[in-house]
């Protein structure tokens, strides 16, 4: 996805979030580097690109590897202390719209959003996701192709979230009656926002799965794995039978490639347009 004018100032509201509990001084000489940054950066490159750098130079003025930690971890845990009541309700359902269900519920795990939305109520956003239809529906094709693939790619967004996406595979799993042959289960290999990590993945029991693996797409520093738009990830794309990607950073990233379905909610008026759909509106979209 292209770069449009309204991401330049939402990078800069990123940045105060993300330094907020720094004193004044250090957060005026981040902020005025960052403005510095966005100025003298091509605004040919996308989204993508252009935050990898903005976290970069974050990381290098503070000193400071993963200034979300904490607030992963804690997401982690509100997620999975929710978990045991989502699987208990998932089994008083009816067998054919299980699927349906936990693909929503998946999409509601997306709220957990630190980029966009700096507030979110998981429980209320569950319930609201629920109680209406993606404003864009492929639920049908994804449905068709989780019963005839023997290989998942599935591109994680954010900690917490993933807990609802271990849900949504599991359902995949049952529905089949019975495991994919690989699943490959993608997320950051270094830290950029409140993005999952391989550490997330273990918290919340992503290696329960079976077959599945981890692959690593990196946040712009060496050694953190390939971005989302070099060839080796558009490999990945074309190896797997059924490849899903969740959430607005990896729909900026991976929305040129095809065979692939989209699964997020709109947070952002600028992706909402991109889409065609309005803000808060939920997506299941085939490319």
């Given amino acids: 996805m292209k770069l449009f004018l309204d991401c330049i100032p939402c990078f800069q509201k990123q940045v105060l979030f993300t330094v907020k509990d720094l004193d004044d001084k250090l957060k005026s000489k981040i ?4 403005m510095i940054l966005l100025c003298d950066t091509s605004w040919e490159l996308t989204p993508d690109e252009i935050a990898n750098k903005v976290y970069n130079l974050i990381r290098e003025e503070t000193g400071i590897a993963d200034p979300y930690k904490q607030i992963k971890k804690q997401s982690n845990k509100m997620a999975m202390e929710l978990y045991p009541k989502l699987k208990t309700e998932m089994k008083s359902i009816r067998k054919k719209d299980r699927l349906y269900i936990a693909a929503n519920l998946a999409i509601a795990g997306n709220i957990i959003d630190y980029g966009p939305a700096f507030e979110f109520d998981l429980e209320k956003t569950i319930k609201e996701v629920l109680n209406k239809k993606p404003a864009i529906n492929d639920f049908d ?12 790619l599935y591109f994680a967004d954010n900690a917490g979230e993933i807990a609802l996406d271990k849900m949504f595979i599991q359902e995949m799993i049952t529905i089949r009656g019975k495991p994919f042959n690989h699943i490959s289960f993608v997320v950051k290999g270094g830290p ?25 797409i990196g946040n712009g520093q060496e050694g953190t794995g390939p971005n989302r738009w070099d060839g080796v990830v558009k490999e990945w794309i074309k190896e797997h039978d059924l490849v899903i990607s ?10 040129e490639n095809s065979n692939i379905f989209f699964m997020l909610i709109a947070k952002c008026p600028v992706i909402a347009k991109e889409i065609g759909v309005n803000v808060k509106d939920t997506v299941i979209k085939y490319n």
């Fill in 141 to 152: 094709i994804l449905s068709e192709k989780v019963m005839s693939a023997e290989s998942l």
């Fill in 246 to 255: 969740k959430g607005q950073g990896n729909f900026e990233g991976l929305s």
């Fill in 31 to 34: 902020l005025r580097k960052v």
């Fill in 192 to 216: 950029i926002i409140n993005d999952a990590m391989i550490e997330d993945a273990y918290e919340v029991g992503i290696d329960e799965l079976p077959n599945v693996v981890f692959y690593k």
